[in-house]
């Protein structure tokens, strides 16, 4: 379970279901439906005090049903959207629009506007923490004998110490939907010496094409660069840029420019070139799929070539990736190997274990929240020994299965079950609220049913004798149910006031929202109606959705004498 995520959205209200019209109603039948649910429910036709308030509560409700299906553009927009999109803001504009996909185009555009908004509201912090930990002393038995040779006085235990650390923090502030302003500041320390800039850029974004930034940095003497973005063609596209760098002693220049060409819909290919006091020329291919990752890299030049390979498999199902490297060059070479878990909607914890010559063996930690990274790099030894490589694999597992099952599934279990306890809570407060209603809106028909059902019997009409909806089991052939479960509601009196010259029609569409219905049973739903049409007895038992037309032949029971 992911606790970080959203809740589910209620369902929303089926104004056609409400007034028993179909999707295609014509205007005439809206007004029909209106005219017929106000006779029951206006306030003014009730004396009571109470039923007055109910009135008030269903008439309101009508109401507001067909206010938006007798306008032809609100209900062009319920259509395509629901409620949701008529309760967006700027949708009044749309009133020229025609079609379902030209509403559906403006309200797009009218939420990214929103979010435009929103952006401009706010900032956006990314954050970076990396801390370097010397943790050599653990295996390196070296040492003890020096200091052993030498006399010195050794603690019982193992010297692990920060050897430095990274902080960097920037902060965007959007000045309008083009422009876009970054402050960020870097803080590094290193065996007791540290340094560390503050720098300010500014983005103007010309198209989804191209763009350029300006950035201004201070720390050791002051830096002035520019960057730019450009998209060439359909497969082609370049970024690079130009640095300045003042310092006590010279000027530097920087110098770096990356070409890239779309091989197709998963590949593409870089080529870079960095100048300055060293100068290096790149190329890679990658291809990301959606279920791998390929990387290919070589490099030339100062201080350093190389050529890289990695492969990333992505393990859709559990969220998880599997990883290895293999770098060699002029340095020595490195096998890196790891994996990284998604576990929230918001975070992820990768593990590696990097062995190389002559960088020995490292265990790299990273927690990525959000927009914050932090990054624990453990050197745990300067040779390829098999004790560290093989508690640094062991032990991160073993960790991980300790933490998560002792503290971590307990408290997801817990935070689950507290969710599920107020969806219940809710559910039950949702259920009586409509439970409410649909008893409120029964004893406000009381009146037209009694005359409705004297009407149809003096010409021998259509009585609706038993109705029940809910949970309804039946034998199998979709009539003439053989048990019912508790899980049921009588609608006996709201399927009689919905007869009309001896026939009755409901239909494609949940019948939990007619007037008088309610959801008793999350299961599906059915609905059984025992009737009389001519004095003969019917009986019939539909799905939910299913479309009801009465009297029908085929519902006629055989009378044995």
């Known amino acids: 379970m992911d606790y970080d995520s959203d809740e589910e959205r209620p369902m929303e209200e089926d104004y056609y279901t409400f007034l028993n019209v179909a999707k295609d109603a014509s205007k005439d039948d809206i007004n029909t439906a209106y005219r017929r649910l106000s006779r029951l429910y206006h306030p003014d036709k009730h004396v009571e005090i109470n039923n007055k308030q109910k009135a008030e509560l269903l008439f309101n409700k009508t109401k507001k049903a067909y206010e938006v299906l007798s306008d032809p553009h609100r209900r062009a927009i319920y259509d395509t959207l629901g409620v949701k999109g008529l309760e967006t803001d700027g949708l009044e504009l749309v009133q020229k629009t025609r079609t379902p996909a030209e509403i559906r185009e403006d309200y797009e555009r009218l939420a990214e506007e929103r979010a435009e908004r929103k952006k401009n509201q706010r900032t956006n912090p990314h954050g970076f923490v990396t801390i370097n930990i010397n943790a050599t002393d653990l295996f390196d038995n070296y040492k003890d004998e020096l200091m052993d040779e030498l006399d010195f006085d050794d603690s019982i235990f193992p010297n692990v110490e920060v050897s430095g650390m990274t902080f960097n923090q920037s902060v965007e502030f959007p000045l309008t939907s083009k422009n876009t302003c970054t402050m960020s500041g870097t803080l590094n320390t290193k065996n007791g010496n540290g340094s560390g800039d503050v720098s300010v850029s500014w983005r103007h974004l010309y198209s989804h094409k191209a763009w350029t930034e300006v950035e201004v940095a201070a720390g050791n003497g002051p830096a002035l660069s520019f960057k730019g973005f450009r998209t060439l063609s359909k497969r082609f596209f370049w970024n690079g840029g130009a640095m300045f760098h003042l310092t006590p002693d010279s000027i530097r220049p920087g110098l770096s420019s990356t070409i890239a060409m779309q091989i197709d819909n998963h590949s593409v290919a870089y080529l870079t070139y960095q100048g300055g006091l060293r100068s290096l020329l790149s190329t890679s291919l990658v291809r990301d799929t959606e279920y791998s990752t390929l990387n290919i890299a070589m490099q030339v030049g100062l201080p350093h070539s190389f050529v890289m390979c990695s492969f990333i498999k992505k393990m859709i199902s559990n969220e998880m990736k599997l990883k290895i490297v293999v770098k060699a060059g002029t340095f020595g070479g490195l096998l890196e190997y790891g994996v990284e878990k998604k576990v929230s909607k918001h975070s992820n914890l990768a593990a590696s274990v ?208």
């Open 354 to 561: 990097s062995v190389g010559v002559p960088s020995g063996v490292k265990l790299k930690i990273r927690l990525t929240r959000a927009n914050q990274v932090y990054s624990f790099p453990i050197h745990l030894c300067e040779e390829m020994l098999p004790a560290p490589i093989f508690y640094a694999t062991i032990v991160p597992l073993v960790t991980y299965i300790i933490i998560k099952k002792g503290f971590v599934d307990p408290f997801v279990e817990k935070e689950k079950a507290k969710k599920a306890e107020k969806n219940n809570r809710n559910n039950r407060d949702k259920l009586l609220e409509k439970k409410r209603e649909a008893q409120a809106a029964i004893d406000l028909m009381t009146a037209a049913y009694s005359r409705i059902l004297d009407e149809e019997e003096a010409k021998k009409g259509l009585i609706i004798v038993k109705a029940i909806y809910g949970n309804v089991v039946t034998d199998g052939s979709n009539s003439n149910p053989n048990n019912f479960e508790d899980e049921v509601i009588e609608v006996t009196i709201p399927l009689q006031c919905l007869v009309k010259d001896s026939k009755l029609i409901l239909h494609e569409s949940p019948k939990s929202q007619l007037p008088g219905f309610f959801d008793i049973t999350g299961k599906d739903k059915m609905l059984h109606i025992v009737y009389n049409y001519r004095q003969q007895p019917h009986e019939v038992t539909i799905k939910d959705n299913e479309v009801l037309r009465i009297p029908k032949t085929g519902h006629k029971l055989l009378i044995v004498t």
